[in-house]
């Protein structure tokens, strides 16, 4: 891409983030009006952002035949991190509600056979297939339903299947994370994310660790473009579905 194009592609993408996330209509439809300016610039500028994607799937650490699903997987780039012998013998379900990102992902997409694009409310979605991961990647914090869509997750994993989620987030301390953010960082960072739909507080965090008291927690911070020396703390998290369950 030349210079200049590149240029123009981040000046859509600056735009859709500046007008920020519609209000008064259905969650469907403001994820559709934030998005279909920028859909096919998404990848590029959110390659730079959204960080972590690579090592959370590489530490699935999945066998060939493996089923995967993703919730809120928007263009289905995620795919493309998955090993090449993973992504031609697995089966693979992608969730999302957003039209114009499942449309890309549609295109992206279109030669695999092995790859259901689905739309729907990540909160419902439902399947007769158990899963052996569930990946979830920068959407829960997007995601007002977050607790239905957890548990959701939960109940689409086969035991022992795993749930992989890396997402931005703000912790004031205590279990399960090991770093706190200072009051500044939080209000800066949560104050500038909700301007486009993103929730950072540790809600979503703290709903994993419970319902998924066997897990890995990392956490790390990804530089910001354009905001020069600049970081947003963000975390990975892989779960374990228990053998038994007594909910669910
Ligand atoms: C920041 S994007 C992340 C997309 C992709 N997972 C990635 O890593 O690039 C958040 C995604 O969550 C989707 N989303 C938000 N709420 C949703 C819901 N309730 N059900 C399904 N998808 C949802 C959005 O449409 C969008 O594609």
């Given at each position: 891409m030349r210079a200049l194009d590149r240029l123009r592609s981040d000046a859509r993408v600056v735009g859709a983030l500046l007008r920020g996330m519609p209000s008064g209509i259905s969650h469907r439809d403001r994820l559709d009006q934030f998005y279909r300016p920028q859909a096919a610039?998404?990848?590029?500028?959110?390659?730079?952002?959204?960080?972590?994607?690579?090592?959370?799937?590489?530490?699935?650490?999945l066998p060939e035949n493996a089923s995967v699903l993703e919730l809120g997987a928007g263009t289905g780039a995620n795919l493309d991190r998955f090993p090449t012998n993973l992504l031609a013998t697995g089966q693979f379900v992608l969730v999302d509600l957003c039209p114009a990102l499942?449309?890309?992902?549609?295109?992206?997409?279109?030669?695999?056979?092995?790859?259901?694009?689905?739309?729907?409310?990540?909160?419902?979605?439902?399947?007769?297939?158990?899963?052996?991961?569930?990946?979830?990647?920068?959407?829960?914090s997007m995601m007002p339903t977050f607790g239905d869509v957890i548990d959701n997750a939960l109940r689409l994993l086969r035991p022992g299947g795993k749930l992989a989620v890396v997402d931005f987030y703000l912790w004031s301390g205590g279990a399960p994370a090991r770093v706190r953010?200072?009051?500044l960082t939080r209000t800066f960072w949560s104050r500038w994310f909700a301007h486009d739909g993103v929730e950072l507080d540790g809600r979503r965090l703290r709903h994993l660790a419970e319902r998924f008291?066997?897990?890995?927690?990392?956490?790390?911070?990804?530089?910001?473009?354009?905001?020069?020396?600049?970081?947003?703390p963000y975390f990975r998290f892989i779960g374990i579905k228990p053998a038994t369950l007594t909910r669910s």
């Amino acid at each position: 891409m030349r210079a200049l194009d590149r240029l123009r592609s981040d000046a859509r993408v600056v735009g859709a983030l500046l007008r920020g996330m519609p209000s008064g209509i259905s969650h469907r439809d403001r994820l559709d009006q934030f998005y279909r300016p920028q859909a096919a610039d998404y990848d590029r500028f959110r390659e730079r952002l959204l960080g972590g994607r690579q090592d959370l799937v590489d530490s699935l650490a999945l066998p060939e035949n493996a089923s995967v699903l993703e919730l809120g997987a928007g263009t289905g780039a995620n795919l493309d991190r998955f090993p090449t012998n993973l992504l031609a013998t697995g089966q693979f379900v992608l969730v999302d509600l957003c039209p114009a990102l499942l449309a890309q992902s549609k295109m992206r997409h279109r030669d695999r056979t092995n790859v259901r694009i689905v739309e729907s409310d990540a909160a419902s979605f439902d399947s007769p297939q158990r899963f052996d991961a569930v990946v979830i990647s920068y959407a829960l914090s997007m995601m007002p339903t977050f607790g239905d869509v957890i548990d959701n997750a939960l109940r689409l994993l086969r035991p022992g299947g795993k749930l992989a989620v890396v997402d931005f987030y703000l912790w004031s301390g205590g279990a399960p994370a090991r770093v706190r953010h200072g009051a500044l960082t939080r209000t800066f960072w949560s104050r500038w994310f909700a301007h486009d739909g993103v929730e950072l507080d540790g809600r979503r965090l703290r709903h994993l660790a419970e319902r998924f008291p066997e897990h890995e927690l990392v956490e790390r911070v990804q530089p910001v473009p354009m905001l020069l020396g600049m970081s947003v703390p963000y975390f990975r998290f892989i779960g374990i579905k228990p053998a038994t369950l007594t909910r669910s």
